[in-house]
């Protein structure tokens, strides 16, 4: 069956200007994921959903990032006056549930001018 | 800090050797450990897992030990193959799931 999917797959903004990334999770997949990845390092976690709330968001950076998974399905993360400093890849991952494993998506690579 | 570090940024392997990559983490609530490979432009792809429970797990050419009182678990590939190369990262996870947290990663060279 199909996998995680993220678009777009590249972002290119300017600084201060407002992002949305969006990510469509295995079907059935009650759990979901974001993480960021920066050069060089591992995926950090930012935030996890189970069903439409958000059950963990205690990885946001600060109060410019957020997301939202209105129907329990696709989720968006968004973030608002970006910073060069925030040009990493953003990853999605789904499970079936909490306790199962994660599948990742193929991530945005965000890049802030 | 940093709660899960692989110490070898990379690994350079003769093809049919075995690779053995390193993870040692410092939270003792971790409960399930996993790998993950990655490709250049692709997301990570699940490889193995162990639960705490456990000392050893094997699938195919792969097997993850992991030593609780040393706080450390490793990843053996053997034989290796030029397809293995990518960049491997260990994660764990807490009792009830959820967030993972990542190592640094360890590139892996497989030399045909």
């Known amino acids: 069956g199909a996998g995680v999917s993220q678009t777009p797959s590249n972002k290119v903004t300017e600084k201060g200007k407002y992002v949305e990334l969006r990510c469509d999770p295995i079907?059935?997949?009650?759990?979901l994921y974001w993480y960021r990845q920066s050069l060089g390092q591992g995926p950090e976690f930012l935030i996890y959903?189970?069903?439409?709330?958000?059950?963990?968001d205690s990885g946001l950076p600060n109060d410019r990032f957020f997301a939202v998974r209105p129907e329990g399905s696709v989720s968006t993360l968004k973030i608002q006056r970006t910073e060069r400093g925030d040009s990493a890849v953003y990853l999605c991952?789904?499970?079936?549930?909490?306790?199962?494993?994660?599948?990742f998506g193929p991530g945005t690579r965000l890049t802030v001018l | 800090d940093q709660q899960v570090k692989q110490n070898s940024p990379s690994l350079s392997v003769q093809e049919g050797r075995i690779s053995i990559l390193n993870c040692d983490y410092t939270?003792?609530?971790?409960?399930?450990f996993l790998w993950y490979k990655k490709y250049p432009a692709e997301g990570p792809t699940f490889l193995i897992s162990?639960?705490?429970?456990?000392d050893k797990n094997e699938d195919g050419r792969f097997t993850v030990f992991l030593n609780k009182s040393a706080k450390h678990l490793s990843l053996h590939i053997v034989p290796s193959q030029p397809g293995d190369s990518a960049v491997y990262f260990c994660?764990?996870?807490?009792?009830?799931?959820?967030?993972?947290?990542f190592g640094e990663g360890t590139q892996l060279t497989v030399n045909p």
């Open positions: 991952a789904s499970s079936f549930t909490r306790s199962d494993t994660q599948y």
């Open positions: 079907s059935g997949h009650t759990a």
């Open positions: 959903f189970q069903g439409t709330g958000a059950a963990d």
């Open positions: 994660a764990a996870s807490g009792r009830s799931g959820s967030r993972l947290t």
């Open positions: 162990i639960s705490s429970i456990k």
């Open positions: 939270n003792s609530m971790f409960d399930y």
